[in-house]
């Protein structure tokens, strides 16, 4: 898999993760755990995706 494709496989995750967190934040009750998970995981694709970005 080349750099650019791998990169745009991270930013659909990464893109994924944001609405799954926004669904989330709407529900009346949001479990704050998911949440965090969900948060952790998109920082983790972000600091990612900028890494190889500078490579």
Known sequence: ???QSHLEVLKGRHASLESRIADED???S???EA???LKR???RLKEEMERLGSA
Do not use: G, Q, Y
Request: proline share 13%.
């Open 41 to 43: 995981e998109k920082l």
């Open 35 to 37: 949440l965090t998970r």
């Open 30 to 32: 949001p479990d704050v």
């Open 1 to 3: 898999m080349s750099l």
């Open 26 to 28: 709407r529900r009346p």
